[in-house]
């Protein structure tokens, strides 16, 4: 691996283990902090989380345009890492939302790295750089939740804040770095062709906006109560072993990328898409049935669907896509991803405060299906049958 591949790559775990520290926990981390219960609540938090993301992405991609990323995002993390001290120090609730919230505004820049990680690999190596990333979030997610949980039982639960800072100090640290061992080259041809390759028209956008837009809905349904649904039914009261099963798919997705490594196989992103939604739905149909076995067995079956889908649809777009519009791109999209997530939290919210927790994963369920029929529909038809990844006639490319 490349050293700048190896440090980007780092630079996303270390965001991905900050950023998921609380996610399973935010009603423990409300109530024991505030004292605040109402689910409803915690799911209008999660909301405006994404909200922010969502709106600032896109400004920190059109601010990437000036100033280069690497340099952006020491200004920016360190910006976030303030904000982090701040977010522990908060003495109520409304200043807690007010400081996190900026915090994110800040903190989302990091996700420039991933465009910039697509733009420097080949088309042919796109599916396993982003199936290695899928396994970086994962692994991010399994770290996360495992010290977040074991904050909020052994210490006092404000300090995951602190331990954020030590993410942002890391991703300042291997930027400073990156941008020492830069070195300047004059630009190929091909690079020139390239820039002036135009963004994907509003029509693709939208196509596969939609798509992204429910899936996201579909799979963040579950997660925000999921550890206090383990811990009813179970009877374990345990956050650090709430953290490990809600990690589990994960794991598998480890297992995935290793056997697919294996076995030499780099994914066709068309054609893993509907085994892979459904057995995502068929794993959260199994965890909505309250025994552990089926819980644990629907854990794996889901993680194993969810990383074959999730590589799936992100390969989509950077086969429609060029490298020199792939944050323009890749910004729109993730309008679409942070607005499933956005109406996902207020909707499972809504869902626990009447019924529980168990009825999010059917809902889940239903909203896999229903994404993998607007697949079909919208996205599948751009690209020609005759050809394995292939680009979309002219209907994908912006007129110039």
């Known amino acids: ?45 999660i909301a405006a989380c994404c909200a922010v993301v969502m709106l600032a992405f896109p400004f920190w991609a059109r601010v990437a345009r000036r100033i280069p990323v690497l340099q952006l995002l020491v200004y920016t993390q360190l910006t976030a890492g303030l904000f982090s001290v701040l977010c522990w120090a908060a003495p109520s609730a409304t200043a807690f939302w007010l400081l996190s919230l900026t915090m994110l505004v800040f903190k989302g820049s990091y996700l420039l790295v991933y465009p910039l990680l697509m733009s420097q690999e080949a088309l042919d190596g796109h599916g396993r750089t982003i199936g290695l990333l899928s396994v970086v979030v994962h692994f991010g997610a399994i770290f996360g939740a495992l010290l977040g949980g074991s904050v909020l039982q052994f210490f006092e639960p404000r300090q ?131 025994s552990m076995v089926l819980v644990l067995a629907g854990r794996l079956l889901y993680g194993w669907g969810l990383f074959r889908a999730t590589v799936g649809l992100d390969q989509l777009l950077y086969v429609l896509s060029r490298p020199a519009s792939y944050a323009a ?39 896999l299906a229903l994404t993998l029929v607007l697949y079909l529909a919208l996205v599948r038809p751009l690209f020609s049958p005759s050809r394995d990844a292939s680009f979309p006639s002219a209907l994908s490319r912006s007129e110039t």
């Open 160 to 290: 995951v804040y602190l331990l954020m800072t030590f993410g942002d100090l890391f991703q300042i640290l291997v930027c400073l770095y990156l941008l020492r061992q830069k070195t300047s080259q004059a630009p190929r041809a091909s690079d020139e062709a390239e820039d002036a390759a135009p963004p994907l028209a509003w029509p693709v956008i939208l196509r596969l906006g939609s798509v992204m837009f429910l899936f996201y809905f579909a799979i963040y349904l579950t997660r925000p109560f999921f550890a206090r649904y383990w811990e009813g039914f179970s009877g374990h009261s345990s956050e650090v072993l709430a953290g490990a099963i809600f990690a589990l798919p994960g794991a598998v997705a480890v297992l995935v990328l290793w056997l697919d490594y294996r076995r030499g196989h780099s994914g066709d992103a068309k054609g893993v898409l509907l085994p892979a939604m459904a057995l995502c739905a068929l794993g959260l149909m199994l965890q909505a049935s309250g």
């Open 329 to 367: 791109d890749f910004s729109k999209i993730s309008v679409f991803q942070n607005l499933g997530v956005l109406v996902s939290s207020f909707a499972t919210g809504a869902l626990v405060a009447f019924a529980g927790p168990r009825p999010t994963f059917l809902a889940g369920a239903l909203g």
């Open 1 to 45: 691996m490349r050293p700048m591949k190896f440090w980007l790559i780092a630079m996303t775990l270390a965001a991905v283990v900050s950023d998921t520290m609380l996610l399973p926990f935010y009603p423990q981390f409300f109530e024991r902090v505030f004292g605040i219960t109402d689910p409803n609540y915690v799911g209008a938090y």
